[in-house]
């Protein structure tokens, strides 16, 4: 059974991003009984970062899970989070902490599922930069370095920021109304989209060859999807105990921070923020 998907508009292309023991899926669904839903990226699904949830489609995953899932796109993890808040769509990705910054000013989503244990955000220095740790960024000029410097062959050196900032990967986010009304297909799409995540876990190199196969936008870039996921694959999707649960101790560390920064005026309870139910 095919999936649909949104057409992305010439302006979101542009716009870019925001602000990533499973058991058998059961056997697949017949499109009479598919349940019908729309799962809201905060930018346009071409891209690696969402490499688990493209997987998940392309290879069956959510079909066999009896879900029959299309794509949307918002203006941003914030938007997003709006929408899904707001009940215009049931499921939607945004950076784990997003909550922190929304709960707060009414919007009733939690993250229920986290595509990795470690950060999502990583410093990429030239090689030859002589640069080992943020500190030595100090007067210098900060550019952004694109898929297609990677496919160049640019000799880079990665430094995992989370050795320095306890921040988080992608995750799942879901309102407060979806969890109590409809579990279990969160519990059936959260599921689907971790195998997709222990897909380019267990081997970057073949995922690379499905996901071109599935976003043939890429054809001829393989390169650079192939950097992509591997990096993924070694510095962001580890460090989990169970595939895809929310580290309470680091959600909190993060809520510390935004507030005694100011970038949010009051803490809400971390139990409010995620739940790990739907990753079991």
Known sequence: MSTRETKISR???????SAFGLGLLGAPASSQSAEKITYLFPAPPILPAFGPIRLAQGKGYFTAAGLEVSFAVGRGGVDVAKQVGAGNAPLGGIVADGPIMVRGNGVPVKIVAVFGGKGFMQLVVREDSGIEKPADLKGKTITVMSYQDQAAGVKVKVIPTDEYFPHMAQGIAVSD????DKPEMVRKFVHAALHGMKDIM??????????????????GKEGAVRF???????????????????????LAKLQEFYLAKGFIQKATPVEELYSNAFIK
């Open 228 to 250: 992509a996921l591997n990096m993924y694959a070694k510095l962001v999707y580890p460090g989990q105990k169970e595939p895809g649960e929310v580290n309470a101790e680091r």
């Open 202 to 219: 267990d081997d970057p190199n073949k995922a690379t060859d499905d996901f071109v196969r599935f976003v043939p936008e890429w054809k």
């Open 11 to 17: 302006r979101l292309l542009l716009a870019g991003g």
């Open 177 to 180: 109304q979806i969890i109590k």
